[in-house]
């Protein structure tokens, strides 16, 4: 395998269309994990048996927990080889694990047929899944970061999250069009959820052609003086431990916050607003596409004014207004004072959403930057991330779903004294134009 790629032509039309082709791939991957959130209400049923929704809704977000386990694994492997090899090759194989994760989930029998068997495959399933995302965020964050001049790092790397939230609104698109057009609740629940998930695998192995077209990426291009053996090892990483703990600390209260009012939300809406489905789905539809459009505002901002200020200002923000805006949100059953709460939340966590990623690139050189950025925030999305929804229906669980808010608070709190600690990586970046 070439590991002395081309140089990449310094053209604009050159540059966007790496940056747009990247952002496509990071589109599907993350369709693909969504869809399993989104249709979680339809298949729990089928992978596990009948009894109360919520013990059912409590197995499926653990086997989603299980998935963001396997995240550090694949943040490692995927980051390692992404340094090594290049960013592309590394790209191409993680949506090729994405594919077969969903294909196997379209497939399964469900319980009534194989029994235990079902939650196992859907086990196996996941892992394959969690495998190929840990390894996506990284090698796209950085992808994205070095095709992007320094001037419009933020503007550029912000699609990133533009995608992610793009994947996770057609998962919920493909669902409101089953929902309300083609399928009843009684086929969504028989055979319909398995739609989805066929889509994804199809659409991966789309992308994954035309990931092989993409051009590499400036960094590696770079004669660094660094042993082969030492390029995306964690012997290198190791020599970078502030890097690596500011990573997993900047991480904690926005992927709580993030997968609180996006992925959990659905199921909030439900179970204890008495939303029925179809409008919780709605509810969060609208918001996510708000969210998708202003990412790159945000983004924009951080090349002006830096990234540090746009953190503490989460931080600050997201420790003041959590438990407020849980409490009015738990008590109305208004359409749209439950949209406007949710949107002031996710206005709030855009502060971290859209320019995290950049803020972790900037903080690695190149030779370990795929894993750098990778493997430690993986594990704090594993850690937090992943069990969000989980602990939030176990608080509830036992009669405690307030004890949740102020779990929430805490962890973004915690981030916010990395934020107020750390150096604003747009003036301290180890990107090189």
């Not at 997201?318 to 939340?345: C, D, E, K, R």
């Not at 972790?360 to 370990?368: D, R, S, T, V």
Request: aromatic letters at 14%.
């Amino acid at each position: 395998m070439d590991t002395n790629p081309t140089p990449f032509p310094q053209t604009t039309q050159t540059r966007l269309w790496s940056i747009v082709g990247g952002s496509l791939g990071n589109l599907v991957e993350w369709y693909d994990w969504y869809v399993y959130s989104a249709f979680s209400l339809y298949f729990a049923g089928s992978f596990f048996p009948k009894g109360n929704l919520t013990v059912q809704l409590l197995n499926t977000a653990g086997i989603f927990a299980i998935g963001f386990l396997m995240r550090p694994i694949g943040g490692w492997l995927m980051g390692t080889f992404a340094d090594k090899r290049g960013r592309k090759t590394a790209l191409t194989f993680s949506v090729l694990l994405m594919s077969a994760g969903s294909l196997i989930i379209a497939i399964t029998p469900d319980y009534e047929h194989i029994g235990i068997a079902a939650p196992i495959l859907l086990v196996l399933a996941r892992i394959i899944q969690g495998l190929s995302v840990g390894g996506e965020y990284g090698t796209s964050a950085t992808y994205l970061s070095e095709m992007a001049t320094k001037k419009d790092r933020g503007f550029y790397s912000s699609f990133q999250y533009v995608t992610l939230i793009m994947g996770q609104l057609l998962a919920l698109a493909v669902l409101i069009l089953l929902q309300r057009i083609f399928l009843t609740e009684a086929q969504l629940h028989a055979w319909g959820w398995r739609i989805p998930f066929a889509i994804g695998a199809m659409l991966a192995i789309i992308v994954m052609y035309l990931r092989r077209s993409l051009q590499e990426s400036v960094a590696l291009d770079k004669k660094e003086a660094v042993d082969n053996n030492l390029r995306g090892s964690l012997k290198a990483l190791a020599g970078h431990p502030r890097a690596v703990l500011t990573v997993i600390g900047l991480t904690m209260g926005g992927t709580v916050a993030f997968y609180t009012f996006t992925t959990y939300m659905q199921k909030f809406l439900v179970n204890t607003n008495g939303f029925s489905k179809n409008d919780a789905t709605l509810i969060s539809s609208l918001t996510l596409f708000v969210f998708m459009l202003i990412q790159p505002l945000y983004g924009y901002i951080s090349d002006r004014i830096g990234r540090k200020p746009m953190l503490k200002t989460f931080g600050v923000l997201g420790t003041v207004t959590t438990v407020p805006i849980f409490i009015y949100l738990s008590q109305t059953h208004n359409f749209w004072v439950a949209f406007a709460l949710i949107m002031f939340a996710l206005l709030i966590v855009s502060n971290y959403t859209a320019i995290n990623a950049v803020v972790k690139a900037e903080l690695f050189p190149a030779h370990i930057r795929a894993l750098g950025v990778g493997f430690p925030y993986a594990i704090a999305v594993s850690v937090f991330g992943g069990s969000a929804e989980w602990l939030a229906l176990e608080f509830k669980k036992y009669g405690h779903e307030n004890w949740f808010y102020w779990y929430v608070t805490g962890c973004i709190v915690v981030s916010l004294v990395v934020y107020t600690t750390m150096n604003d990586t747009q003036k301290h970046s180890k990107i090189e134009d």
